[in-house]
């Protein structure tokens, strides 16, 4: 199983940019589509973005749809989120995760914190 790990949350201000980073080891992650979710407080997680295994096509939430960008690097095992115009209801914990051909997102990061003040 794909270890998953998030950086580059933080604390900015609406309108500033965030760029995370999800590494994987353990497996290459070219195996595997992967996709970032969120999970705001006293919200149930939900679905930001996901990217095929090829990085050739992507799926986002209307939610995010032009202010967020997905992308891969198979080579560094490293996935990123870059998340421009930020909006206080950006506010989450974001998860990247990972899921093998034919199944489902099964591999899970520990969270990364975003934070977006008003």
């Known amino acids: 199983q794909v270890q998953l790990v998030e950086s580059g949350g933080g604390l900015v201000q609406a309108g500033d940019s965030l760029r995370l980073a999800c590494a994987a080891s353990?497996?290459?992650?070219?195996?595997?589509?992967m996709g970032w979710f969120r999970q705001a407080p006293g919200k149930e997680r939900e679905f930001v973005v996901a990217?095929?295994?090829?990085?050739?096509?992507?799926s986002y939430a209307d939610s995010v749809k032009g202010r967020f960008t997905i992308s891969r690097d198979n080579a560094k095992n490293t996935v990123y989120l870059q998340m421009n115009s930020l909006k206080p209801e950006d506010t989450a914990v974001y998860y990247c995760?990972?899921?093998?051909?034919?199944?489902?997102?099964?591999?899970w990061g520990q969270g990364t914190q975003v934070t977006v003040s008003s």
């Open positions: 995760a990972a899921r093998p051909v034919g199944g489902d997102f099964s591999s």
């Open positions: 990217i095929t295994r090829s990085g050739g096509s992507t």
């Open positions: 353990g497996r290459t992650l070219s195996s595997y589509v």
